[in-house]
């Protein structure tokens, strides 16, 4: 009896186990969708996110002047590296993709190397996609300026809608 007992607290507790990996359902408008390579999925093979699954993600806030704001702004989001984590990214390589068709190409290791923020706040509020939301990739250009160039330009991808992780 006490076997039995303990095997079922085994099974039980491997259960919550299970469960708290596991990526929950968004409970709000999906704002970004994770496809390709990734282990951990909520909706068939790919990763979708709500406001508030992002926004409880270890984030970041910096200020930083960028080519396509006037003064120093205050971007503040998840880390991308958090993102990646969450959904268990394998691979070289993100394909970014945003609402009007742009994509880029950015390596996996940028989200390692830098403090690259996936922003949803810009100055503290939500963008619209008018704002160029409701995502948008910013690269640290103030600690790092030698990002502040053409490449990196191409990288910083708004209004962001799906991020595909390729081997
Ligand atoms: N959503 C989206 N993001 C984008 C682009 C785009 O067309 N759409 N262009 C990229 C490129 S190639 C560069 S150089 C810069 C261009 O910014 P600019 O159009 O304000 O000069 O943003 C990048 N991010
Ligand atoms: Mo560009």
């Keep these: 009896m006490k076997a039995l007992l303990s095997a079922i607290a085994g099974v039980v507790m ?3 186990l299970a469960h708290a990996d596991g990526l929950d359902a968004p409970k709000g408008d999906v704002v970004v969708v994770i496809t390709g390579n990734i282990s951990n999925t909520n909706q068939g093979d790919t990763a979708v996110f709500d406001m ?3 926004e409880n993600l ?3 806030s910096k200020t930083l002047e960028t080519p396509w704001t006037e003064e120093a702004t205050t971007f503040s989001g998840p880390r991308l590296q958090a993102l990646l984590r969450e959904v268990g990214a394998q691979g070289s390589k993100l394909i970014v993709k945003a609402l009007n068709d742009y994509s880029a190409e950015v390596p996996m290791e940028d989200a390692d190397k830098f403090e690259t923020i996936l922003a949803t706040r810009m100055n503290g509020d939500l963008m619209s996609v008018r704002d160029k939301g409701p995502l ?3 690269y640290p250009f103030d600690t790092n300026p030698e990002l502040f160039n053409e ?3 191409s990288r910083s991808v708004w209004q962001i ?3 595909e992780v390729v081997e």
């Design 52 to 54: 508030d699954m992002l």
């Design 151 to 153: 490449k990196y330009f």
């Design 14 to 16: 491997i259960g919550s």
């Design 58 to 60: 270890p984030g970041l």
């Design 136 to 138: 948008f990739l910013i």
């Design 161 to 163: 809608s799906e991020v």
